[in-house]
């Protein structure tokens, strides 16, 4: 790698993140696959219930002092009441677990929504393999997985936007991509543990 190209990638948040969480991301497509969360309607509903618990994670750091400031329309993003309808349809209902996020303040909270955003752009798959395998819609049991009303890219790109704009060091970009790891972390454990959930 030549000195231009650790330049772009140190003034690149974003690509910082998808370069060193990219085996992560491979990681989670093997769980999925690994758990058949589609094979059946129990299956689908163990996935559901940890996409909520997920959600729950992300928009409690959506208060984190500092957050909105970097991230100006946070009001259209996070999953949880979609996937709590999803759950209802699907006759589950969710325990009120503990936070694992309580702690997690800027930066490394960026890097946890990155995770959930990412995830979103990448549920369009998702979407198809309920509506193909289980029948469900964006108005029964996969609302969680249908796109934002404006489109997944468009609310995708202006998020990579603003972590671009946020002008941190190098420093706080290693935050960062440490708070994506750990989301990551999280969420891979679950999909681990799906017959598990509660």
Known sequence: MNSSTDQ????????????ETAAEHERMHQL??????????EKYAQFTLSQYYFQREIEHLFEKEGVAGLIPDLDIRGR?????ADLNDLGIQPNEQQLHSENVQLPEALG??????????????LFKEAQKHLGFSETFAAR?????PEGRAKVWKRFIQALDKTGFDQTQ????????????GYFGQALDQLDELK
């Open 32 to 41: 999925m696959s690994e758990a058949k969360v589609f094979s059946s309607k």
């Open 144 to 148: 969680n997985l249908a796109a934002y």
């Open 8 to 19: 772009i990638i140190s003034n690149s948040l974003s690509l910082r993140l998808k370069q």
């Open 173 to 184: 970009q290693d935050r960062v991509v440490q708070g994506a790891l750990d989301a990551f």
């Open 112 to 125: 946890w929504i990155y995770v959930s955003e990412g995830s979103t752009l990448g549920a369009a798959f």
């Open 80 to 84: 949880s009441k979609q996937a709590l």
